[in-house]
């Protein structure tokens, strides 16, 4: 009896080990990590690929939609850290998406496997995703300029909030309860949705529109690129306002994305010439340090749990560059699909 009582602790150890551990932190739910592996949506490619958490190992692979033609693009992870829900936006980009999906991948990241989707219709080209603490899902789906409420246990829409906008990106503050929304430069302004009665209840004037959108990890701040100079907006989500720009620096043209590391301590931007802007986040007017990455077309990052590295996905190379955020150096490239748009630890 005694072999068999540590045979079973073994077997139910090994099980444990396998599934990712919960995140309690709410404030965090967007801004993931963690220890058991790397999952990279290679848009370009029209997979999903699983990465070893501690090297660049390939462990495994699918296909996110059954019409190959269908490229998916944004990646966000249920509150338990189990699951990861994949947008299927269609065979085109923002403004010439002539196929546009409906689906939202559900993907089993214990077994790394496809376990069903989220049908959006009648809405198109599900992209930017955001989760709250409570397990809801929201989705921007610009074509019909919405923003979704999705109950992913039911894996029913709940809410579809009218947005008047083509919005992109969402960035979801959940202490204050809004989301605040980026239309891809096209409108002058960022729309700010309240998550309780789901409706849009302000929108913050930025003159020229801004592109990616990203909230702090304690929610009192939200930065938005700027779509047509280096310019970061730093909004309060208190009052939601414009309180500040930051210039980033050795750029001349409109910022494409923007990131918060996991622990708060440092603020992200890249763009499209394979630049790597690392900021202060305590002090966003400090010296920034700038990484020249081997690749181009930078779309995001996945960050260490132990807050040391970020890795970015090299879209226009088909490449994956790990960056040592104290030093701010690129310490190793290595193959990573076709072209990777988002990616996270888990």
């Known amino acids: 009896m005694p072999s068999m009582s540590m045979g079973l602790f073994a077997a139910l150890g090994a099980l444990i080990a396998l599934v990712p551990p919960a995140r309690a932190n709410a404030a965090g739910l967007n ?6 592996g790397l999952i990279m949506v290679d848009k370009r490619g029209e997979r999903v690929l699983f990465f070893e958490a501690m090297g660049d190992r390939e462990v495994g692979e699918l296909r996110p939609s059954s019409d190959s033609r269908l490229r998916p693009h944004e990646v966000a992870l249920s509150p338990d850290a189990r699951t990861a829900y994949v947008s299927v936006y269609g065979d085109g980009v923002f403004g010439n998406n002539p196929h546009p999906g409906h689906t939202i991948a559900i993907i089993d990241l214990a077994t790394r496997r496809l376990v069903g989707s989220i049908d959006v219709s009648p809405y198109r080209a599900p992209h930017g995703m955001q989760v709250d603490a409570a397990g809801w899902l929201y989705v921007a789906c610009d074509l019909d300029q919405k923003v979704l409420v ?16 083509a919005g992109h990106w969402i960035a979801l503050a959940p202490r204050v309860g809004r989301i605040y929304v980026s239309a891809h430069g096209t409108k002058p302004f960022v729309s700010v949705i309240d998550v309780h009665s789901r409706r849009v209840i302000d929108r913050i004037p930025v003159a020229h529109g801004t592109m990616g959108i990203t909230s702090s990890p304690d929610g009192r701040t939200v930065l938005a690129a700027d779509a047509a100079g280096p310019i970061l907006h730093v909004i ?19 910022l494409y994305k923007v990131f918060y590391s996991p622990d708060g301590r440092y603020v992200l931007t890249c763009l499209p010439t394979g630049q790597i802007n690392i900021l202060n986040a305590a002090d966003l007017q400090a010296p920034q340090r700038i990484v020249r990455s081997p690749g181009t077309a930078l779309m995001g990052f996945a960050f260490s749990a132990d807050g040391t590295t970020a890795v970015t996905g090299n879209h226009g190379q088909g490449t994956a560059s790990r960056i040592d955020l104290a030093t701010a150096r690129v310490t190793d490239t290595f193959a990573a699909g076709t072209g990777v748009e988002t990616l996270a630890y888990y």
């Open 236 to 254: 309060a989500t208190r009052t939601d306002r414009e309180i500040g720009e930051v210039r980033v620096q050795g750029y001349l043209r409109g």
């Open 150 to 165: 999705i109950d992913p246990a039911t894996r029913r829409i709940e809410a579809a909030i009218d947005v008047a906008e």
């Open 31 to 36: 801004h993931p990590t963690g220890t058991h």
